[in-house]
Each structure stands twice: as C-alpha cells, then as structure tokens.
C-alpha cells in the first residue's frame, strides 16, 4: 500500500469496553455510598437533631407558660417527706408507651444539647424518631432506684453521640412540668448487649435493694456495633422546683 493510504480502523475491543464500562458504575456506586454514609453519619444526623432540639425547647417553654398561667396550689399534706429535714422530691407515674414526659439536658454537650424523652425504648417509633427512650418500669426521676435511658449514637439525632465525652461531676439533668432533677456523671462501663443487670434497682447489683437514686443511659459501642453497649452511670443530687427557676447545673461546664 502507499504511504498516503488512510490505515485501515483498528477493531474496537469489546471486552475493554464493558469493563471500562463497569468500573465506571462502581466508581459512581461507590460515591453513592460515600454519600449515603455521610449523610447518614454527619447531615441527616444533623438536621434531624436540630429538629429534635427545637421540639424539646417547644416543650420546655410550654411547661413554663403553664405553671406562669396557673394558680398556685397549697401544698397537700400527702407531699410532706417521712423525714421534716429530707427537701420534697416528686416522683411522677410511669408514662404510658411512646407520652413524652422529660427534657434531657447536658451541660457538657453543648448549651443547645436537649432531647426528649418517652416512655419506652422500641425503636420504630421512639429511638428511630430521635427521642430518649425510658426503659418501662426503671425509676421515674427523683424515685429511689435507677432510672434507665436509651437512645442512638449515630442516624436519628444522635442523641447519645458525645456520651463518651462525659466527665466525672458533669450534671445531667432531667426537666419534667415539676422542675429539674440533677444527676451527676460518675463512670462508663462497656458491657455486652445482654448484660441487662445495668437496668437493676443498683446497677449490676443483683439482689441488692436500691437505698440510693442512681441513673443510667445506655447506647452502642463503638457506633455501628449493635453487640456492645456503652453505659454511664450518674448519682442523684438535688430537684430544683419549677418556682425556684432553673438550677445553676444548666449552665455549668457548657461548652458550646
């Protein structure tokens, strides 16, 4: 042939074109999942928590509108404590399923940091839904005994995604229509997910009577691991009644 013929078209490689092809539909698969995971992990949490907070916020002030609105009540005789130098500490009924009844607060957490909590701790409808779950029958707040609580460290919220910043003396703090009951933060413990003795009257003491208020909030570790738990335990300090405004707990060690 001459040299100003035009080359004869090589044949196109089939092969080479559907693996091209393929990894191409990885690589976007890929970036999908990342997407996914990330919104997962950090936006949806996110926004989902902010949306949370606010609820919990709407709560709280309408607790306070309430009691600003009512008139006030004499004391009942049935309020009076066994001991006249013991401080009256209210104990409210076991909510049914799924009735919102506190607000947590965490100083540690942020300023912002306040969730609600339910009764219960099924997950379609209160964990999922990014509440604080109570687990039935623990101790109400202020109630002799330990009052339980579980909610996500990562999706819904995340509610429970900093408990492994807590510090020992860090207040954890319960609002209900009557007033704030403070709870200060002692330790973590890791335990498996059937280690169920975390929910005794004294945690992880079987057998033993509760003679004390303990609270306990439990949630995975690591996240995405739903065969461990991470568990901090905190001890009773004082309730604040609404008529004395908030407690000085609220704002001590807030960060953000």
Aim: aromatic content about 8%; some cysteine; proline content about 9%.
């Amino acid at each position: 042939m001459g040299e100003n013929a035009a080359a004869a078209p090589r044949p196109r490689r089939r092969g080479a074109t559907i693996a091209g092809v393929l990894g191409e539909l990885l690589i976007t698969a890929g970036v999908i999942a990342l997407l996914f995971v990330a919104w997962q992990l950090w936006i949806g949490d996110w926004i989902i928590g902010s949306q949370k907070q606010a609820e919990a916020s709407q709560l709280t002030q309408t607790w306070a509108q309430e009691f600003a609105s009512a008139t006030p009540a004499a004391p009942s005789p049935t309020e009076e404590p066994a001991d006249p130098g013991e401080p009256i500490v209210p104990v409210l009924d076991q909510p049914r399923h799924g009735a919102e009844f506190g607000v947590m607060q965490i100083p540690r957490f942020g300023k912002d940091w306040k969730f609600t909590i339910a009764g219960g701790v099924t997950r379609p409808d209160i964990l999922d839904e990014g509440e604080i779950g109570h687990y039935p029958d623990t101790a109400m707040p202020g109630e002799v005994g330990n009052t339980v609580y579980a909610a996500h460290r990562w999706t819904s919220g995340a509610p429970f995604d900093p408990i492994d910043k807590l510090v020992v003396g860090d207040a954890i703090v319960i609002e209900t229509k009557d007033g704030w009951y403070t709870y200060r933060f002692r330790t973590l413990e890791y335990v498996q997910d059937t280690q169920v003795e975390v929910l005794l009257p004294v945690p992880q003491q079987v057998g033993v009577e509760a003679d004390g208020r303990y609270l306990t909030l439990t949630s995975c570790a690591p996240k995405l691991n739903m065969l461990e738990r991470i568990i901090a335990y905190a001890l009773f300090e004082s309730f604040t009644p609404r008529a004395d405004g908030p407690p000085a707990s609220l704002t001590e060690g807030v960060s953000a």
